[in-house]
């Protein structure tokens, strides 16, 4: 099978995108339910082997759930164990109680499919592909949908929980759900690609639309399949449905702003944390690792806001200059070079040095697991913006807060994107479509809202702002979950 192939050819997966009771929920037992859980690591993809002690005995399982006895409880892989590590400390601090925890750490719903394409050479290929709905008690699920060789059912499944923290701590009434399908998009033609798209929605119908689960783009995959599935779903229910999923192209019911829309977010929350600080953001000096849509999104609008950006660094090197780069010289440069590397509006600098440059602020928006115990020691930085899903390990997290670092978590800070995509899913519905100004006020007074619930949880609890965020998170998801009360 091609997907097998190519799956020994290629390195890990980028996490992509990857959302609780309020503190003044009545719940009496801080315990989790009979599970004993330790986890030392959120992305796996590095450390293959589970860093979870879960006692096992015979029968265990079926007591811990209280679940009846021929009923077993499926077992987690190494990255959804992270994930219910972090859900843990939050709900250990919301003296969350035994059934809202169980409810919460099992996925609602994992779908599995088969998806036999025909190939430009005549082939018949079948391609594996999953969709997850990890909790839809606030509103429909919602996450992307990523093509890569090392998709997996454990990825899909934690990265679809974070999706339900990350809306529920941005306060928009979604769900979190993830797809994926195993394959190498590089290795597909378009058409390929196109009739692998469509296939997938076909047998993942049922189960997606705009009340029920709503895809948008993840890793490797682009506005263009975002179109292809909006087309396959409408010729499935015999009208246009452009609500099905966001990060279309604007044209097509996309919203303005999306795309800018996760920078945007990061420039709120870090001008926000500035202003707690103390830290004037007008002068504040800013080092950026990655120079994508999310990095280079970040440094346009921070250097608006009047920081100084005095560090990009990318997958080819990077660039330093102490008075400020010139963001839009450099935005151009890397258009047409494809790195940062070689502008010349600055000296050049190695991807490590960034770490430890004497800076106001550190914007990781490149990839998972880039702070680690080997640079976290040299960081200098008094704020942390994780603008890249999972950038940070728990151990250089512990760490650097220690230290006194404002670590602005993922969930938080690179939640600006899933808030404009749930404008978009709003303005399809509503069959309006909003201006620039509206999308962006909007967006504002979301983020400020979201940083200054996880400030003040944090502040309440004495808590770091990762935990805090999933408190605030669990809180929303596990109050609904008790108003709305036990179906059957
Ligand atoms: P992108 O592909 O547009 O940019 C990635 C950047 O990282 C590029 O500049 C690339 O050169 C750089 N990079 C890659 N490997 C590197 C390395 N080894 N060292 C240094 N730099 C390296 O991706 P993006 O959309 O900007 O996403 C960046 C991160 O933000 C990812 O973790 C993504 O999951 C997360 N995120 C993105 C969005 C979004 O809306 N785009 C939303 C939420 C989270």
Redesign the pocket.
């Known amino acids: 099978m091609r997907s097998a192939r190519v799956n020994a050819e290629l390195p890990g997966v ?5 959302e609780p009771l309020t503190p003044n929920l009545e719940l009496p037992n801080p315990e989790p339910p009979n599970r004993e859980l330790r986890t030392t690591h959120r992305t796996p993809n590095q450390n293959p082997e589970p860093r979870t002690e879960l006692e096992h005995e015979p029968g265990r399982e079926n007591r811990e759930q209280g679940t009846a006895d021929n009923v077993l409880v499926p077992e987690h892989g190494p990255l959804f164990a992270a994930m219910l590590h972090e859900f843990d400390g939050a709900a250990r601090i919301l003296n969350l109680e035994p059934g809202i925890w169980r409810i919460l750490t099992h996925p609602k719903r994992q779908i599995v499919v088969s998806c036999p394409v025909q190939m430009d050479n005549g082939d018949i290929e079948v391609f594996t592909g999953y969709r997850v709905q990890y909790n839809i008690t606030l509103g429909p699920a919602k996450g992307g949908i990523r093509y890569h060789p090392d998709v997996s059912l454990d990825e899909v499944t934690a990265l679809a929980a974070w999706m339900t923290w990350k809306c529920a701590v941005a306060h928009i009434p979604f769900g979190g759900g993830k797809g994926g399908i195993v394959c190498d998009p590089t290795r597909l033609s378009k058409r390929e690609l196109e009739a692998l798209t469509r296939r997938y929605v076909a047998e993942i119908m049922d189960a997606i639309g705009p009340e029920k689960d709503v895809p948008a ?3 490797n995959t682009n506005d263009q399949v975002m179109a292809w599935i909006m087309d396959t779903y409408s010729m499935h229910v015999g009208h246009t449905a452009t609500a099905v999923v966001t ?1 279309k192209p604007v044209e097509l019911g996309g919203s303005l702003g ?2 800018e ?3 945007r977010g990061v420039m709120i929350v870090t001008r926000e944390a500035a202003k707690h600080l103390g830290i004037d953001i007008k002068g504040a000096t800013i080092a950026i ?9 970040s440094a346009e609008l921070l250097a608006a806001a009047g920081a100084r950006i005095v560090a990009v ?4 090197g ?1 660039v330093y200059n102490e008075k400020g780069l010139d963001v839009a010289a450099l935005v151009e440069h ?1 258009r047409q070079h ?3 590397a070689g502008f010349a509006g600055g000296t050049p600098l190695a ?1 490590d040095e960034l770490w430890e440059l004497d800076v106001d602020v550190l914007i ?5 697991n ?1 702070i680690t115990m080997d640079n976290a020691p040299r960081i200098r930085a008094r704020i942390l913006t994780e ?5 940070t390990t728990p151990d250089a997290h512990d760490h650097l807060h220690k230290r006194g670092v404002f670590v602005i978590p ?1 969930i938080l800070a ?5 808030t404009v995509s749930y404008f978009e899913w709003v303005q399809d519905r509503y069959g309006y479509f909003w201006d620039l100004t509206d999308v962006n006020s909007r967006l504002e007074k979301k983020m400020c809202e979201a940083f200054d619930d996880v400030l003040q949880t944090s502040l309440r609890h004495n808590v770091d702002l990762r935990t805090a965020a999933y408190v605030v998170a669990v809180a929303r998801v596990g109050t609904v979950t008790k108003m709305r009360g036990m179906y059957a």
Do not use: C, H, I, M
């Open positions: 980028p996490r992509g995108e990857p783009p993840d890793v990060g999306r795309r829309a996760t920078g690792q990655g120079f994508g849509n999310v990095g280079s999104v660094t990318d997958w080819k990077g890397t494809k790195t940062v991807n990781p928006a490149a990839l998972e880039q603008g890249a899903n999972g950038p993922d690179n939640a600006g994107g899933v």
